[in-house]
Protein backbone atom coordinates (compact mmCIF):
# COMPACT_ATOMS: atom_id res chain seq x y z
CA UNK A 1 0.00 0.00 0.00
CA UNK A 2 1.37 3.94 0.07
CA UNK A 3 -0.18 6.99 1.08
CA UNK A 4 -1.84 9.57 -1.07
CA UNK A 5 -2.05 13.09 -1.49
CA UNK A 6 -4.63 15.74 -0.41
CA UNK A 7 -4.94 19.25 -0.05
CA UNK A 8 -3.97 21.80 -2.48
CA UNK A 9 -5.91 25.16 -4.79
CA UNK A 10 -9.13 23.30 -4.21
CA UNK A 11 -9.48 23.07 -0.61
CA UNK A 12 -10.10 26.22 1.73
CA UNK A 13 -11.12 26.72 5.09
CA UNK A 14 -14.18 29.90 5.28
CA UNK A 15 -16.42 31.36 8.05
CA UNK A 16 -19.54 33.22 7.27
CA UNK A 17 -18.84 36.52 7.15
CA UNK A 18 -20.88 40.01 7.35
CA UNK A 19 -24.35 39.60 5.41
CA UNK A 20 -23.78 35.62 5.02
CA UNK A 21 -20.37 36.36 3.02
CA UNK A 22 -17.85 33.56 2.56
CA UNK A 23 -14.32 34.86 4.25
CA UNK A 24 -11.96 32.68 3.78
CA UNK A 25 -9.51 31.84 7.26
CA UNK A 26 -5.69 31.98 6.85
CA UNK A 27 -3.87 30.30 9.26
CA UNK A 28 -6.82 28.46 10.62
CA UNK A 29 -5.68 24.92 12.11
CA UNK A 30 -7.37 21.56 10.22
CA UNK A 31 -7.63 18.49 11.47
CA UNK A 32 -8.16 15.32 9.73
CA UNK A 33 -10.54 12.00 10.75
CA UNK A 34 -12.08 9.07 9.59
CA UNK A 35 -15.62 9.64 10.24
CA UNK A 36 -18.29 13.04 9.31
CA UNK A 37 -19.06 12.65 13.15
CA UNK A 38 -17.00 11.35 16.19
CA UNK A 39 -14.54 8.99 15.18
CA UNK A 40 -11.24 8.88 15.25
CA UNK A 41 -8.48 11.90 14.10
CA UNK A 42 -6.03 10.70 11.43
CA UNK A 43 -2.29 11.93 13.25
CA UNK A 44 -0.14 10.03 11.23
CA UNK A 45 0.04 12.66 8.15
CA UNK A 46 3.12 13.59 5.94
CA UNK A 47 4.48 16.61 4.47
CA UNK A 48 5.00 16.51 0.74
CA UNK A 49 8.25 15.70 0.75
CA UNK A 50 6.80 11.91 2.33
CA UNK A 51 10.20 12.56 4.89
CA UNK A 52 8.96 15.18 7.37
CA UNK A 53 5.99 14.17 9.63
CA UNK A 54 3.20 16.89 10.53
CA UNK A 55 3.28 17.45 14.20
CA UNK A 56 0.14 16.13 16.18
CA UNK A 57 -1.40 16.03 12.85
CA UNK A 58 -2.19 19.66 12.25
CA UNK A 59 -2.41 21.32 9.22
CA UNK A 60 -1.94 25.52 9.23
CA UNK A 61 -4.31 26.96 5.81
CA UNK A 62 -1.99 29.43 3.70
CA UNK A 63 -2.35 33.40 3.89
CA UNK A 64 -5.63 32.15 1.50
CA UNK A 65 -7.12 30.05 3.52
CA UNK A 66 -5.91 27.07 1.40
CA UNK A 67 -5.35 23.78 3.16
CA UNK A 68 -1.69 23.00 2.31
CA UNK A 69 -0.65 19.62 0.25
CA UNK A 70 -0.03 16.87 2.31
CA UNK A 71 -0.15 13.37 2.75
CA UNK A 72 -2.80 10.73 4.77
CA UNK A 73 -2.10 7.74 6.33
CA UNK A 74 -1.08 4.55 4.82
CA UNK A 75 -3.82 3.37 2.12
CA UNK A 76 -6.15 6.14 3.01
CA UNK A 77 -8.08 7.66 -0.36
CA UNK A 78 -10.77 9.82 1.54
CA UNK A 79 -10.85 11.44 5.07
CA UNK A 80 -13.21 14.50 6.64
CA UNK A 81 -11.40 18.32 7.56
CA UNK A 82 -12.34 19.65 10.81
CA UNK A 83 -11.36 23.53 11.27
CA UNK A 84 -13.20 23.82 14.73
CA UNK A 85 -10.77 21.88 16.84
CA UNK A 86 -12.66 18.82 15.96
CA UNK A 87 -15.97 19.82 16.84
CA UNK A 88 -17.33 20.18 13.19
CA UNK A 89 -18.57 20.67 11.07
CA UNK A 90 -16.15 18.46 8.61
CA UNK A 91 -16.19 18.08 4.70
CA UNK A 92 -15.30 15.02 3.07
CA UNK A 93 -12.26 15.17 0.69
CA UNK A 94 -10.64 12.87 -1.85
CA UNK A 95 -6.78 11.99 -2.24
CA UNK A 96 -5.54 14.27 -5.21
CA UNK A 97 -3.93 10.94 -6.77
CA UNK A 98 -7.39 9.19 -7.62
CA UNK A 99 -7.46 9.33 -11.32
CA UNK A 100 -4.05 7.95 -11.66
CA UNK A 101 -5.05 4.98 -9.61
CA UNK A 102 -7.74 4.67 -12.00
CA UNK A 103 -5.58 5.08 -15.12
CA UNK A 104 -3.43 2.16 -14.16
CA UNK A 105 -6.55 -0.13 -12.95
CA UNK A 106 -7.77 0.43 -16.59
CA UNK A 107 -3.99 -0.22 -17.63
CA UNK A 108 -4.34 -3.73 -15.96
CA UNK A 109 -7.76 -4.28 -16.82
CA UNK A 110 -7.15 -3.79 -20.81
CA UNK A 111 -3.64 -5.78 -20.10
CA UNK A 112 -5.49 -8.98 -18.75
CA UNK A 113 -7.90 -8.92 -21.27
CA UNK A 114 -5.82 -9.05 -24.26
CA UNK A 115 -2.61 -10.78 -22.98
CA UNK A 116 -3.17 -12.50 -20.19
CA UNK A 117 -6.37 -14.38 -20.79
CA UNK A 118 -7.75 -15.87 -24.14
CA UNK A 119 -10.60 -14.84 -24.91
CA UNK A 120 -13.23 -18.20 -25.33
CA UNK A 121 -16.96 -18.21 -26.10
CA UNK A 122 -18.74 -21.11 -23.50
CA UNK A 123 -22.33 -22.56 -24.24
CA UNK A 124 -22.70 -26.12 -22.59
CA UNK A 125 -23.99 -25.14 -19.02
CA UNK A 126 -21.83 -25.96 -15.90
CA UNK A 127 -18.05 -25.26 -18.18
CA UNK A 128 -15.58 -23.84 -15.90
CA UNK A 129 -12.12 -21.67 -16.70
CA UNK A 130 -8.62 -23.31 -15.39
CA UNK A 131 -5.92 -20.95 -15.19
CA UNK A 132 -2.62 -22.86 -16.99
CA UNK A 133 -0.57 -20.51 -15.58
CA UNK A 134 0.61 -19.55 -18.68
CA UNK A 135 -1.57 -16.57 -19.38
CA UNK A 136 -4.29 -18.78 -20.78
CA UNK A 137 -7.59 -20.81 -19.51
CA UNK A 138 -8.32 -23.92 -20.47
CA UNK A 139 -12.19 -25.78 -20.54
CA UNK A 140 -12.92 -27.84 -18.09
CA UNK A 141 -16.40 -29.38 -19.27
CA UNK A 142 -19.18 -30.77 -17.58
CA UNK A 143 -19.40 -33.56 -15.60
CA UNK A 144 -21.59 -36.43 -14.71
CA UNK A 145 -23.90 -36.04 -11.56
CA UNK A 146 -22.01 -36.45 -8.39
CA UNK A 147 -18.82 -36.08 -9.74
CA UNK A 148 -16.08 -33.68 -7.87
CA UNK A 149 -12.80 -31.49 -9.04
CA UNK A 150 -9.69 -33.62 -8.28
CA UNK A 151 -6.19 -32.27 -8.51
CA UNK A 152 -4.30 -33.94 -11.95
CA UNK A 153 -1.15 -32.22 -12.46
CA UNK A 154 -0.57 -33.86 -15.87
CA UNK A 155 -3.72 -32.01 -17.52
CA UNK A 156 -3.24 -28.33 -18.64
CA UNK A 157 -5.90 -26.88 -16.14
CA UNK A 158 -4.06 -28.56 -13.05
CA UNK A 159 -7.68 -30.32 -12.47
CA UNK A 160 -10.24 -32.99 -13.47
CA UNK A 161 -13.36 -34.28 -12.56
CA UNK A 162 -13.12 -37.32 -10.86
CA UNK A 163 -15.60 -39.99 -9.65
CA UNK A 164 -13.62 -40.90 -6.24
CA UNK A 165 -15.09 -43.01 -4.29
CA UNK A 166 -15.55 -41.64 -0.20
CA UNK A 167 -14.53 -42.99 2.88
CA UNK A 168 -18.03 -41.91 4.12
CA UNK A 169 -19.96 -43.21 1.65
CA UNK A 170 -18.84 -47.06 1.95
CA UNK A 171 -20.69 -49.30 3.57
CA UNK A 172 -20.23 -51.01 7.07
CA UNK A 173 -17.62 -53.82 6.43
CA UNK A 174 -18.82 -56.29 8.68
CA UNK A 175 -22.63 -55.70 7.64
CA UNK A 176 -21.32 -55.57 3.74
CA UNK A 177 -19.72 -59.08 4.29
CA UNK A 178 -22.37 -61.04 6.39
CA UNK A 179 -23.82 -63.69 5.99
CA UNK A 180 -27.89 -63.61 5.56
CA UNK A 181 -30.38 -64.90 7.98
CA UNK A 182 -32.74 -65.60 5.30
CA UNK A 183 -31.88 -69.40 3.87
CA UNK A 184 -34.03 -70.67 1.61
CA UNK A 185 -34.77 -74.59 1.18
CA UNK A 186 -33.22 -75.90 -2.35
CA UNK A 187 -34.51 -78.33 -4.62
CA UNK A 188 -32.97 -79.08 -7.78
CA UNK A 189 -35.30 -80.77 -10.69
CA UNK A 190 -34.71 -81.76 -13.87
CA UNK A 191 -33.06 -82.56 -16.45
CA UNK A 192 -36.24 -80.40 -17.53
CA UNK A 193 -37.06 -76.79 -18.62
CA UNK A 194 -40.43 -76.47 -17.05
CA UNK A 195 -41.45 -75.50 -13.63
CA UNK A 196 -42.17 -77.80 -10.53
CA UNK A 197 -44.09 -75.32 -8.43
CA UNK A 198 -48.21 -76.18 -9.32
CA UNK A 199 -49.73 -73.40 -11.43
CA UNK A 200 -46.64 -71.91 -12.08
CA UNK A 201 -46.61 -68.62 -13.89
CA UNK A 202 -45.62 -68.48 -17.63
CA UNK A 203 -41.43 -68.29 -17.52
CA UNK A 204 -39.92 -64.78 -17.21
CA UNK A 205 -37.48 -64.97 -20.25
CA UNK A 206 -33.93 -63.59 -19.58
CA UNK A 207 -34.68 -60.95 -21.94
CA UNK A 208 -38.00 -59.90 -21.39
CA UNK A 209 -38.37 -60.40 -17.39
CA UNK A 210 -37.44 -57.76 -14.50
CA UNK A 211 -34.13 -58.79 -14.59
CA UNK A 212 -30.70 -56.31 -13.39
CA UNK A 213 -27.65 -57.79 -15.17
CA UNK A 214 -24.69 -56.78 -13.57
CA UNK A 215 -20.70 -57.97 -14.20
CA UNK A 216 -21.36 -58.33 -18.05
CA UNK A 217 -23.06 -57.26 -20.82
CA UNK A 218 -24.38 -57.67 -24.62
CA UNK A 219 -26.18 -60.93 -23.50
CA UNK A 220 -26.82 -63.66 -26.32
CA UNK A 221 -29.06 -67.10 -26.94
CA UNK A 222 -27.13 -69.65 -28.30
CA UNK A 223 -27.43 -70.16 -31.62
CA UNK A 224 -28.45 -74.13 -30.91
CA UNK A 225 -30.46 -76.36 -28.66
CA UNK A 226 -31.17 -76.39 -25.55
CA UNK A 227 -28.78 -72.80 -25.75
CA UNK A 228 -31.14 -70.67 -27.70
CA UNK A 229 -33.59 -70.16 -24.55
CA UNK A 230 -30.57 -69.85 -22.44
CA UNK A 231 -28.92 -66.19 -21.95
CA UNK A 232 -25.27 -65.60 -21.49
CA UNK A 233 -22.71 -62.33 -21.94
CA UNK A 234 -20.46 -62.21 -24.53
CA UNK A 235 -18.52 -58.73 -22.98
CA UNK A 236 -15.85 -60.78 -22.70
CA UNK A 237 -12.26 -61.10 -24.98
CA UNK A 238 -12.92 -63.53 -27.24
CA UNK A 239 -16.32 -62.33 -26.92
CA UNK A 240 -18.15 -65.08 -28.22
CA UNK A 241 -21.22 -67.02 -26.65
CA UNK A 242 -19.51 -70.37 -25.64
CA UNK A 243 -16.20 -68.59 -24.27
CA UNK A 244 -16.55 -65.13 -22.98
CA UNK A 245 -17.52 -64.02 -20.00
CA UNK A 246 -18.00 -66.82 -17.08
CA UNK A 247 -18.61 -64.44 -14.27
CA UNK A 248 -21.65 -62.45 -13.96
CA UNK A 249 -24.84 -61.77 -11.92
CA UNK A 250 -28.74 -61.25 -12.41
CA UNK A 251 -30.47 -59.54 -9.80
CA UNK A 252 -34.66 -59.19 -9.64
CA UNK A 253 -36.80 -58.18 -6.67
CA UNK A 254 -40.22 -60.34 -5.93
CA UNK A 255 -42.52 -60.86 -3.04
CA UNK A 256 -42.78 -64.81 -4.09
CA UNK A 257 -42.57 -67.23 -0.89
CA UNK A 258 -40.74 -69.96 -3.82
CA UNK A 259 -39.15 -69.21 -7.22
CA UNK A 260 -37.02 -71.32 -9.37
CA UNK A 261 -34.18 -70.85 -12.19
CA UNK A 262 -33.89 -72.21 -14.68
CA UNK A 263 -30.81 -73.06 -15.95
CA UNK A 264 -28.01 -75.14 -17.95
CA UNK A 265 -25.58 -77.55 -16.40
CA UNK A 266 -22.43 -77.47 -18.24
CA UNK A 267 -19.80 -79.33 -15.83
CA UNK A 268 -18.65 -79.01 -12.13
CA UNK A 269 -17.20 -75.49 -12.97
CA UNK A 270 -21.30 -74.68 -13.27
CA UNK A 271 -22.06 -72.85 -9.57
CA UNK A 272 -23.40 -69.80 -8.14
CA UNK A 273 -24.07 -67.62 -5.01
CA UNK A 274 -27.20 -66.77 -3.53
CA UNK A 275 -27.76 -63.43 -2.16
CA UNK A 276 -31.09 -61.73 -0.29
CA UNK A 277 -31.47 -58.10 0.43
CA UNK A 278 -27.67 -57.27 -0.10
CA UNK A 279 -26.48 -60.62 2.32
CA UNK A 280 -24.81 -63.81 0.81
CA UNK A 281 -26.40 -66.60 2.32
CA UNK A 282 -22.88 -68.74 1.76
CA UNK A 283 -19.34 -67.44 1.47
CA UNK A 284 -18.20 -69.90 -1.58
CA UNK A 285 -19.90 -70.51 -4.59
CA UNK A 286 -22.26 -73.77 -4.59
CA UNK A 287 -22.44 -76.41 -6.51
CA UNK A 288 -26.34 -76.60 -8.43
CA UNK A 289 -26.12 -80.47 -8.11
CA UNK A 290 -26.90 -81.24 -11.53
CA UNK A 291 -24.41 -84.06 -13.23
CA UNK A 292 -26.37 -84.25 -16.60
CA UNK A 293 -23.98 -82.06 -18.84
CA UNK A 294 -25.71 -79.94 -21.52
CA UNK A 295 -28.89 -80.30 -20.07
CA UNK A 296 -31.47 -77.60 -18.30
CA UNK A 297 -32.69 -77.83 -15.12
CA UNK A 298 -34.13 -75.93 -12.51
CA UNK A 299 -33.50 -75.03 -8.96
CA UNK A 300 -36.43 -74.16 -6.45
CA UNK A 301 -35.30 -71.53 -4.07
CA UNK A 302 -38.44 -71.94 -0.83
CA UNK A 303 -38.47 -69.46 1.33
CA UNK A 304 -41.91 -70.12 3.31
CA UNK A 305 -43.21 -67.06 3.31
CA UNK A 306 -44.46 -64.35 1.20
CA UNK A 307 -42.37 -60.55 0.90
CA UNK A 308 -40.59 -58.49 -0.89
CA UNK A 309 -36.83 -59.93 -1.15
CA UNK A 310 -33.69 -58.44 -3.53
CA UNK A 311 -32.42 -61.73 -5.27
CA UNK A 312 -28.96 -61.83 -6.56
CA UNK A 313 -27.61 -64.71 -8.43
CA UNK A 314 -23.79 -64.83 -9.12
CA UNK A 315 -23.11 -67.12 -11.91
CA UNK A 316 -19.92 -68.80 -13.04
CA UNK A 317 -19.66 -71.04 -16.20
CA UNK A 318 -24.15 -71.11 -15.75
CA UNK A 319 -26.24 -69.97 -18.85
CA UNK A 320 -29.32 -68.41 -17.34
CA UNK A 321 -32.96 -69.48 -18.57
CA UNK A 322 -34.98 -67.66 -16.69
CA UNK A 323 -37.25 -67.63 -14.17
CA UNK A 324 -40.82 -69.31 -12.76
CA UNK A 325 -43.21 -67.25 -10.41
CA UNK A 326 -45.69 -69.26 -8.20
CA UNK A 327 -49.53 -67.91 -8.97
CA UNK A 328 -50.54 -64.38 -7.54
CA UNK A 329 -46.63 -64.03 -7.42
CA UNK A 330 -44.99 -60.51 -8.81
CA UNK A 331 -41.43 -59.31 -9.66
CA UNK A 332 -39.49 -56.53 -10.45
CA UNK A 333 -35.79 -54.87 -11.26
CA UNK A 334 -34.09 -53.29 -8.90
CA UNK A 335 -31.76 -50.29 -9.82
CA UNK A 336 -28.05 -50.88 -9.26
CA UNK A 337 -25.96 -49.39 -6.89
CA UNK A 338 -21.88 -48.19 -6.51
CA UNK A 339 -21.14 -47.15 -9.89
CA UNK A 340 -19.63 -49.56 -12.37
CA UNK A 341 -16.18 -51.40 -11.03
CA UNK A 342 -13.54 -52.94 -13.78
CA UNK A 343 -11.22 -55.51 -13.47
CA UNK A 344 -8.58 -55.80 -16.27
CA UNK A 345 -6.11 -58.35 -14.85
CA UNK A 346 -4.86 -62.08 -15.08
CA UNK A 347 -5.73 -65.43 -12.95
CA UNK A 348 -5.40 -63.71 -9.59
CA UNK A 349 -8.45 -61.92 -10.32
CA UNK A 350 -10.23 -64.29 -13.03
CA UNK A 351 -9.96 -67.32 -10.72
CA UNK A 352 -7.78 -70.67 -10.47
CA UNK A 353 -8.17 -74.19 -9.78
CA UNK A 354 -7.19 -72.97 -5.74
CA UNK A 355 -10.41 -71.20 -5.34
CA UNK A 356 -13.75 -72.06 -4.99
CA UNK A 357 -15.93 -70.52 -7.93
CA UNK A 358 -13.66 -69.05 -10.53
CA UNK A 359 -14.24 -65.41 -10.92
CA UNK A 360 -16.94 -64.93 -8.46
CA UNK A 361 -14.69 -66.60 -5.48
CA UNK A 362 -11.77 -64.48 -5.98
CA UNK A 363 -11.23 -61.28 -3.99
CA UNK A 364 -12.90 -58.93 -7.08
CA UNK A 365 -16.65 -60.23 -6.15
CA UNK A 366 -15.50 -59.69 -2.12
CA UNK A 367 -14.22 -56.43 -2.79
CA UNK A 368 -17.16 -54.84 -4.91
CA UNK A 369 -19.43 -55.80 -1.78
CA UNK A 370 -17.18 -53.89 1.03
CA UNK A 371 -17.07 -51.10 -1.64
CA UNK A 372 -20.86 -50.98 -1.95
CA UNK A 373 -20.76 -51.69 -5.55
CA UNK A 374 -23.15 -54.03 -6.77
CA UNK A 375 -21.68 -54.11 -10.82
CA UNK A 376 -18.47 -55.55 -10.59
CA UNK A 377 -17.03 -56.54 -14.42
CA UNK A 378 -14.60 -58.85 -13.95
CA UNK A 379 -12.62 -58.75 -17.66
CA UNK A 380 -9.47 -61.01 -16.57
CA UNK A 381 -8.05 -63.69 -18.43
CA UNK A 382 -5.72 -66.41 -16.85
CA UNK A 383 -2.14 -66.09 -18.32
CA UNK A 384 -2.34 -62.80 -19.95
CA UNK A 385 -0.10 -59.74 -19.09
CA UNK A 386 1.12 -56.08 -20.61
CA UNK A 387 3.52 -57.99 -22.96
CA UNK A 388 1.92 -61.92 -22.48
CA UNK A 389 -0.80 -62.78 -24.67
CA UNK A 390 -0.91 -66.58 -22.64
CA UNK A 391 -3.86 -68.41 -24.28
CA UNK A 392 -6.09 -64.85 -25.69
CA UNK A 393 -4.31 -61.05 -25.63
CA UNK A 394 -2.49 -58.50 -23.86
CA UNK A 395 -4.52 -56.01 -21.86
CA UNK A 396 -3.92 -53.45 -24.39
CA UNK A 397 -5.94 -56.03 -26.57
CA UNK A 398 -8.52 -56.55 -24.88
CA UNK A 399 -9.87 -52.91 -23.94
CA UNK A 400 -11.43 -52.53 -27.01
CA UNK A 401 -13.78 -55.36 -26.88
CA UNK A 402 -13.78 -55.41 -22.98
CA UNK A 403 -13.87 -51.85 -21.39
CA UNK A 404 -14.14 -49.36 -24.23
CA UNK A 405 -18.26 -50.40 -24.91
CA UNK A 406 -18.94 -50.37 -21.19
CA UNK A 407 -18.86 -47.27 -19.44
CA UNK A 408 -17.00 -48.28 -16.88
CA UNK A 409 -16.75 -45.61 -13.58
CA UNK A 410 -13.53 -46.91 -12.26
CA UNK A 411 -10.94 -49.98 -13.92
CA UNK A 412 -8.79 -51.72 -11.53
CA UNK A 413 -5.58 -52.71 -13.24
CA UNK A 414 -3.98 -55.76 -11.97
CA UNK A 415 -1.28 -57.95 -13.54
CA UNK A 416 2.72 -58.26 -14.16
CA UNK A 417 3.20 -61.27 -12.70
CA UNK A 418 2.73 -63.23 -16.02
CA UNK A 419 5.09 -60.65 -17.48
CA UNK A 420 7.82 -60.37 -15.14
CA UNK A 421 10.49 -62.88 -16.74
CA UNK A 422 9.97 -60.10 -20.02
CA UNK A 423 11.66 -57.06 -20.84
CA UNK A 424 11.34 -54.17 -17.92
CA UNK A 425 11.31 -51.23 -20.93
CA UNK A 426 8.94 -53.33 -23.05
CA UNK A 427 6.65 -53.78 -19.84
CA UNK A 428 6.79 -50.29 -18.97
CA UNK A 429 6.04 -49.11 -22.73
CA UNK A 430 3.21 -51.31 -22.76
CA UNK A 431 1.99 -50.09 -19.65
CA UNK A 432 1.99 -46.56 -20.19
CA UNK A 433 0.20 -47.02 -23.62
CA UNK A 434 -2.49 -48.72 -21.83
CA UNK A 435 -3.09 -46.35 -18.95
CA UNK A 436 -3.31 -43.79 -21.44
CA UNK A 437 -6.00 -45.65 -23.44
CA UNK A 438 -7.81 -46.65 -20.42
CA UNK A 439 -7.96 -42.76 -19.03
CA UNK A 440 -9.40 -42.24 -22.16
CA UNK A 441 -11.95 -45.36 -22.12
CA UNK A 442 -13.86 -45.02 -18.27
CA UNK A 443 -16.25 -42.58 -18.35
CA UNK A 444 -15.26 -38.61 -18.10
CA UNK A 445 -13.95 -38.26 -15.08
CA UNK A 446 -13.94 -42.08 -14.22
CA UNK A 447 -10.78 -43.28 -12.15
CA UNK A 448 -8.25 -45.83 -12.94
CA UNK A 449 -5.84 -47.55 -10.32
CA UNK A 450 -3.12 -49.61 -10.72
CA UNK A 451 -1.97 -52.79 -8.93
CA UNK A 452 1.66 -53.92 -9.13
CA UNK A 453 3.38 -57.15 -9.84
CA UNK A 454 1.48 -59.69 -8.27
CA UNK A 455 4.38 -62.08 -5.11
CA UNK A 456 3.16 -65.19 -3.90
CA UNK A 457 5.72 -65.28 -1.65
CA UNK A 458 7.04 -63.65 1.18
CA UNK A 459 10.74 -63.35 -0.53
CA UNK A 460 9.93 -62.24 -4.40
CA UNK A 461 12.13 -62.78 -7.10
CA UNK A 462 14.42 -59.52 -8.16
CA UNK A 463 12.50 -59.67 -11.30
CA UNK A 464 9.09 -59.29 -9.58
CA UNK A 465 9.69 -56.56 -7.85
CA UNK A 466 11.92 -54.66 -10.89
CA UNK A 467 8.59 -55.10 -12.77
CA UNK A 468 6.51 -53.80 -9.19
CA UNK A 469 8.74 -51.15 -9.70
CA UNK A 470 8.62 -50.55 -13.43
CA UNK A 471 4.58 -50.45 -13.33
CA UNK A 472 5.14 -47.94 -10.77
CA UNK A 473 7.18 -45.76 -12.44
CA UNK A 474 4.49 -46.13 -15.56
CA UNK A 475 1.74 -45.21 -13.05
CA UNK A 476 3.49 -41.97 -12.27
CA UNK A 477 4.35 -40.84 -15.70
CA UNK A 478 0.75 -40.87 -16.60
CA UNK A 479 -0.84 -40.10 -13.73
CA UNK A 480 -2.30 -42.99 -12.03
CA UNK A 481 -2.48 -44.08 -8.46
CA UNK A 482 -0.77 -47.12 -7.21
CA UNK A 483 -0.81 -49.58 -4.71
CA UNK A 484 2.57 -51.96 -4.38
CA UNK A 485 1.46 -55.92 -3.39
CA UNK A 486 4.85 -56.81 -2.58
CA UNK A 487 5.75 -53.47 0.14
CA UNK A 488 1.76 -52.32 0.32
CA UNK A 489 2.88 -48.72 -0.42
CA UNK A 490 0.01 -46.47 -1.66
CA UNK A 491 0.64 -43.79 -4.06
CA UNK A 492 -1.57 -40.92 -5.18
CA UNK A 493 -1.61 -40.06 -8.85
CA UNK A 494 0.96 -37.45 -8.60
CA UNK A 495 3.46 -40.22 -7.60
CA UNK A 496 3.53 -39.16 -3.76
CA UNK A 497 3.51 -41.71 -1.41
CA UNK A 498 -0.23 -41.72 0.87
CA UNK A 499 0.29 -44.85 3.13
CA UNK A 500 2.42 -47.78 3.57
CA UNK A 501 0.85 -50.58 4.88
CA UNK A 502 3.20 -53.21 4.99
CA UNK A 503 3.59 -56.54 2.61
CA UNK A 504 0.66 -58.09 1.52
CA UNK A 505 2.21 -61.65 1.46
CA UNK A 506 4.80 -62.36 4.29
CA UNK A 507 6.68 -65.81 4.99
CA UNK A 508 4.23 -65.75 8.10
CA UNK A 509 0.73 -66.09 6.12
CA UNK A 510 2.12 -68.19 2.57
CA UNK A 511 0.87 -71.50 3.59
CA UNK A 512 -2.64 -69.98 4.80
CA UNK A 513 -2.85 -67.84 2.03
CA UNK A 514 -1.87 -69.00 -0.85
CA UNK A 515 -2.04 -72.76 -3.13
CA UNK A 516 -1.07 -75.95 -3.77
CA UNK A 517 0.73 -74.49 -6.95
CA UNK A 518 2.28 -71.96 -5.06
CA UNK A 519 0.94 -69.24 -7.17
CA UNK A 520 -3.05 -68.93 -7.09
CA UNK A 521 -4.58 -67.66 -3.47
CA UNK A 522 -6.74 -69.89 -2.02
CA UNK A 523 -10.63 -68.79 -0.65
CA UNK A 524 -9.25 -67.36 2.38
CA UNK A 525 -6.33 -65.96 0.36
CA UNK A 526 -8.79 -63.96 -1.48
CA UNK A 527 -10.89 -62.89 1.53
CA UNK A 528 -7.76 -61.41 2.59
CA UNK A 529 -6.64 -60.01 -0.16
CA UNK A 530 -10.00 -58.26 -0.76
CA UNK A 531 -9.69 -56.51 2.63
CA UNK A 532 -6.20 -55.47 1.60
CA UNK A 533 -7.04 -53.92 -1.69
CA UNK A 534 -9.98 -52.32 -0.13
CA UNK A 535 -8.03 -50.45 2.96
CA UNK A 536 -5.25 -49.22 -0.04
CA UNK A 537 -7.87 -47.43 -1.95
CA UNK A 538 -9.51 -46.30 1.20
CA UNK A 539 -5.96 -44.07 1.54
CA UNK A 540 -6.90 -43.07 -2.32
CA UNK A 541 -10.27 -41.42 -1.27
CA UNK A 542 -11.10 -38.32 0.21
CA UNK A 543 -12.60 -38.32 3.89
Not at 111 to 128: A, I, R
Amino acid sequence: MARHKFGGIADYVISVGTANAATLQPGATITCWNQPAGGAQYTDLMATDLVTPITGGELTADSGGSVPEFYGPDGVRSLYLDANGGGGPRRSTAALDMGADLATVESGLDTLESTTLNKVVFTTPGDLLAGTGVGAVTRVGVASNGMTLVADSLLTGGMRWGAHWRRRDLPDQLLADSVSSEVPTITLTGPQATSSIPSAQPLLAPNTGPFLYQGAGSFQFGATFPDTSLYLPTSRYPNTYASGQSNWAVEFATDAAQFEVMFKYISSSTRYRLTVNGRKVTDLAQATGASSAGSRYVLKFDFGSSTPRRIRFDFTTMPFGGIFLPPGATAWKPASQGGRLGILGDSISDGSSQNTGAGIGTWTYKAARLLGCTDVWDQSRGGTGYITPGSYTTFGGRVAGDITPYNVDRLIVWGGYNDNAGSQTSIQTAAETLYATLKDEVIPGGEVYVIGCWSPSGTPAASITNTDNTLKAAAANSGLPFISPITGSVYNAAGTLLDTQGPWITAQVESAYIGADNVHPTDAGHTYLARRIVEALRALMPA
